[in-house]
């Protein structure tokens, strides 16, 4: 019996945190009542709470921002919206953009590296430079790291890349607005040489036109970012 009740007891949840949300009048951006009051409210434990609330936001009616809580989603968009994430601060949209940008951008550096002129290896070696400016600085060398691969987008001699760095924007590279954080100033050094080390990979791919090794540099890169994301977010989710 004990295996069949706590399914139920998730849907009642789920039924009374939807019912709630429109009693309450909640609107988008809305934020949910802490946990523990949510467990008192329905009386359950604080897993079927997590569980109703994981549910709701497998079905978008429900968000997490990191650090901050559980707020209602906005409506699903209809189909034909923007490709681009909304909420890079949601480390859900931040995988699965990453995701999406491995299926353009691991071509492009291919592409670079059969097309690439001096002009561009020049453009992305003065972005690798402007990347170690900004090692113990606030900016986690976001505009340099979006400089980096838009250079490469160029490298292609296709506008589309190009446009598609320049209509991502900031959100290209969101670890400032995900609210990366470190243990120490060690901690991310080390985050932000990797990512250097990566660059450099490459660039020298493309220096030397080696195509295959390009795309496998960059494939490297960008499952490397995915990686240190989660672990932002399971670090943040064990502390919570």
């Given amino acids: ?53 994981a549910s709701l936001k497998a079905e978008g009616l429900l968000r997490s921002l990191r650090g901050s809580g559980v707020y209602v989603s906005e409506p699903p968009k209809p189909v034909g919206g923007s490709m681009f994430m909304e909420a890079p601060q949601d480390i859900g949209e931040v995988l699965d953009f990453i995701e999406f940008r491995m299926s353009v951008e691991i071509e492009a550096a291919g592409l670079a590296a059969e097309r690439r ?9 003065q972005a690798m430079g402007q990347f170690a400016r900004h090692l113990e600085d606030n900016t986690l060398a976001t505009d340099a790291d979006r400089s980096f691969h838009r250079a490469i987008a160029d490298a292609t001699n296709n506008s589309r890349f190009r446009l598609f760095v320049d209509e991502v924007g900031e959100r290209l590279i969101p670890r400032r607005a995900l609210g990366a954080s470190f243990a120490d100033e060690k901690d991310k050094a080390e985050f932000l040489e990797n990512i250097q080390s990566e660059h450099r990979r490459i660039f020298e791919a493309i220096t030397d036109r080696r195509a295959d090794d390009a795309r496998a540099a960059m494939r490297q890169h960008l499952e490397g970012g995915r990686r240190r994301y989660r672990e932002w977010s399971l670090a943040h989710d064990g502390a919570s």
Avoid: W, Y
């Fill in 117 to 125: 002129t001096e002009t561009n290896l020049l453009r992305m070696e």
């Fill in 1 to 53: 019996m004990a295996e069949h009740a706590a399914p139920r007891l998730t849907d009642r949840v789920k039924d009374g945190l939807n019912r709630m949300i429109v009693d309450a009048g909640m609107q988008p951006g809305d934020k949910l009542p802490p946990a523990d009051q949510l467990c008192e409210q329905f009386s359950v434990s604080r897993t079927v709470v997590r569980e109703a609330i």
